[in-house]
């Protein structure tokens, strides 16, 4: 049986992977790709490690590189970094990295990097690189390594850089690092020297200020020697289990334990962009096998105290249901492995992997493993540019992850509502909105990053429903799955699936949510017997769905297809004449006399101002 499914699983490995040789033929699409070989030696008392890195980088562009770039997050986590000077200047810092002292009615905010000692800050230091043996010239401009190559890399080629390097484990402040507040000795996110992207925008070298991550596919094979005490999960799959034990090994054969005071992880990770691990000497391991051979691991503190352990032990068959979710409303998962693992600061999301925190009540336990885990799709297999398009990444995973925690923790219906449109409504009403373009370390606030990404990405779904239909929108979301998992999809790539799925036009609306700040609202101006006069007041056109109560008490629903669209959604309504975007008002005449008009009875539709949508007002 096993076997069985090892093979069907090495199936859908190729045929994902194969997708990706499709894609490049489509318009002279091309990716980068990079094969890491890293080994590293981790010291648990000091916090710090000693590493050698083999890269074969292939350019797959049509030009001639003369640098490359690496990313060295560490680096930001030292006092007077750009990190830092960021989290003293924003209005509203993130409370995890800043402490606060004063008074309720003074209060001094201190960014905690600020205040790292030498032995707390982290660091990534290079001791030495080549290219094809030879050594090359580099800078260290705060998190980013710029390397003036010694042979210009000519398209199609590979090269290879060997680099020896050196890190610091910093006092986890944002995401990575040691002891955290929960007391997990070690998230090693964003610890090794990653080469940054390259694509057709250009090289994507942005500094660590705050947030969000990109990175080139590639397999990772990677070996971790530290302390025996301490078990280890992660990204990609053990190769040693029987050498390891820690709950990897195979029960039905001998354990060889490795000799010495410290164990040698082997992990390999075929086709991912980017490599986390954390362990501690208090780990937990549960592994879950799924009935379709997909092993999901659970590494928590057998510390906590029992209401946390019970949830933990109760999150995994509830991790098994959303793996399914996502699987039949997405696509496939196509790896051996899942590793929940308890670190971090909150919850974030990486290759194969995922780290939150542990000490969650078990809805939110729950609710986060969900989101994280939809980020596996939506970043991982679809590795937008999560950058200088977070809203693609966050906005989307909020939204497959709400329907399945709906349907999964609620027992709801598992269809999209309005739910989550409070956040967007109170940064218009407060004018802190920026549109969904802005670089996502660029926002004024946090607040209207958060918003941006999250709600209003997620809102560009939801109201996809309204515009094209809820069943072509779930048929998007698979055709864009299938069409660009394990490449760098933009904007434009799920604008164009949803048109080619719908059969509608949808460009105006992924400028208007995306490259505007411009908002929906929409009013019934006037009845008159039969006659209704409906005003475009906000900047953003719409389609609209219009309810009418007549004066014998039946019923009847229009669709107003916006002529932009070139058609309307699939509909029960009776389909009206298109309403043009320079027209502000729309007259329709309904078939009898009307007692009432409702526009949007969804309230899918992001209309700022609900009031003017019904007639007559309540207040009258």
């Known amino acids: 049986m096993r076997t069985k499914f090892l093979t069907t699983l090495s199936c859908v490995l190729m045929i994902c992977y194969a997708s990706v040789e499709e894609v490049k033929g489509q318009n002279g699409y091309w990716q980068q790709h990079v094969d890491y070989t890293m080994d590293v030696d981790i010291d648990v008392n000091k916090f710090q490690y000693k590493g050698t890195q083999k ?68 660091f990534i230091k290079v001791k030495s690189l080549t290219q094809n043996g030879r050594s ?44 955290s507040k929960e007391g997990v000795a070690l998230s ?72 010495g005071k410290k164990l040698a992880w082997h992990f390999k990770a075929p086709n991912v962009h980017d490599f986390m691990w954390a362990a501690d000497p208090a780990y937990k391991h549960d592994v879950l096998k799924m009935e379709n051979g997909i092993d999901l691991h659970f590494l928590y503190k057998k510390t906590l105290e029992a209401n946390y352990l019970e949830n933990w032990k109760n999150l995994q068959s509830k991790t098994a249901e959303l793996m399914t979710y996502f699987n039949e409303n997405i ?20 290759a194969m992997s995922t780290l939150i925190t542990g000490k969650r009540s078990f809805g939110s336990l729950v609710g986060v493993t969900a989101h994280e885990l939809a980020h596996t799709w939506f970043q991982f297999l679809l590795a937008s540019n999560e950058s200088i398009h977070s809203w693609m990444d966050e906005g989307f995973t909020s939204y497959i992850s709400g329907l399945a925690s709906n349907k999964i923790l609620k027992g709801g219906d598992g269809k999209p509502s309005a739910g989550s449109y409070g956040g967007y409504f109170y940064v218009v009403k407060n004018k802190l ?13 946090n607040v209207a990053f958060s918003v941006g990404s999250y709600t209003k990405g997620s809102m560009f779904l939801t109201q996809l429903n309204y515009i094209i239909g809820e069943e072509n929108t779930q048929k998007t979301i698979k055709k864009y799955f299938n069409d660009f998992k394990f490449t760098h999809p933009t904007p434009n790539d799920i604008k164009r699936t949803a048109e080619k799925v719908s059969g509608l036009q949808l460009g105006w609306y992924l400028n208007e949510w995306v490259e505007t700040i411009h908002t929906i609202d929409y009013g019934v101006t006037s ?94």
Do not use: C
Request: proline letters at 6%; glycine letters at 8%.
């Open 331 to 350: 696509g496939q998962y196509p790896y051996k492995q899942y590793s929940v693992v308890q670190g971090g600061d909150g919850g974030i999301e990486y």
């Open 433 to 445: 909105e920026e549109p969904l373009t802005t670089h996502s370390d660029r926002f004024n606030t």
């Open 527 to 620: 009845v008159a017997g039969a006659k209704i006069t409906l005003e475009r007041i906000g900047k953003m056109p719409m389609p609209i769905d219009v309810t009418v109560t007549y004066a014998d008490g039946t019923t009847e629903t229009f669709n107003i297809a916006l002529r932009m669209m070139r058609g309307n959604k699939p509909t029960d309504a009776t389909i009206l004449e298109d309403w043009t975007w320079a027209h502000p008002t729309y007259t329709f005449t309904a078939s009898k006399t009307v007692k009432s008009v409702e526009i949007d009875a969804s309230q899918l539709m992001a209309d700022i101002d609900r009031s003017n949508n019904v007639y007559p007002k309540a207040t009258e």
């Open 136 to 179: 090359v010239t580099y800078e260290v401009a705060g998190t980013v390594l710029e390397v003036s190559l010694n042979a210009p890399i000519q398209p199609g080629t590979k090269v290879t850089f060997d680099m020896v390097f050196d890190g610091q484990v910093p006092l986890q402040i944002r995401r990575s690092g040691r002891n």
């Open 55 to 122: 890269l074969v980088y292939t350019n797959n562009s049509p030009e001639v590189l003369n640098k490359v770039y690496y990313h060295l997050y560490y680096n930001a986590f030292q006092p007077n970094s750009e990190m830092d000077a960021r989290l003293q200047r924003i209005s509203d810092p993130d409370r995890r990295m800043v402490t606060k002292t004063g008074t309720k009615e003074n209060p001094i905010v201190n960014s905690r990097i600020a205040s790292l000692k030498p032995n707390e800050i982290g």
């Open 188 to 259: 090693m996110s964003q610890w090794f020297p990653k080469m940054a992207e390259y694509d057709f925008e250009g090289w994507q070298a942005h500094p660590y200020i705050a947030r969000e991550f990109q990175g080139v596919w590639g397999d990772f094979d990677v070996t971790i020697h530290i302390d025996k005490k301490y078990t280890v999960g992660g990204t990609g799959n053990l190769q040693n289990p029987q050498e390891i034990g820690h709950g990897y090994e195979d029960t039905s054969k001998p354990l060889k334990r490795q000799r």
